[in-house]
């Protein structure tokens, strides 16, 4: 196993809010961010191990604010922490109008993810290091989510 800055499982994902992406007023559905959210999360745990991983869990989402149609959508994610199989992968997204000149930090997100091979098995996941004040935060910060996430399934 090898052990990666965590700058090596970087993604950054750009997308245009178009009608196919909203409800009747306009505003960006939220099971179009989730699915967006999901698969930037995905290729950061796809850099870490090049393997395909599944999303094991979604920690609680807030919409703070309506994204809009003609908005641009930027999502950023990394890899907080890998532990046995599994990852913890933190997704954050601004909405963008440029209309209004306006960036806003519209959600955050953590997902799980598991390596696993062709047949379902889970793998053995590479780590991160981190390298940065914030990194280390994020870091030492996955550790008692997933604390907290185990507790819950244990109930
Ligand atoms: C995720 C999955 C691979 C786990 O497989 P499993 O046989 O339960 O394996 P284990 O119990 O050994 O767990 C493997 C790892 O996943 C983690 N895990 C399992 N269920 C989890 C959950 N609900 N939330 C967070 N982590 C979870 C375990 O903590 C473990 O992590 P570790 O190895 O780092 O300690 C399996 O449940 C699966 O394939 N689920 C469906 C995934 C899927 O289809 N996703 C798409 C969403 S629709």
Known sequence: MENR???STLVQMTELVLPQHTNQLGSLLGGQLMHWIDICA??????????????ASVDKIDFLSPIRIGDVV????????????SMEVGVKVFAESFKEGIKTHSNSAYLTFVSITESGIPVESNKVF???GEEERRFQEAFQRRENRIRKRCK
Request: hydrophobic share 35%; with cysteine; proline share 6%.
């Open 5 to 7: 800055p965590v700058r």
């Open 42 to 55: 995905a290729i950061s745990g796809y850099k870490l191990n090049g393997k395909v991983c599944v999303t």
């Open 74 to 85: 930027s999502l950023v994610s990394s890899v907080n922490r890998a532990f046995s199989t």
């Open 130 to 132: 981190p390298e940065t």
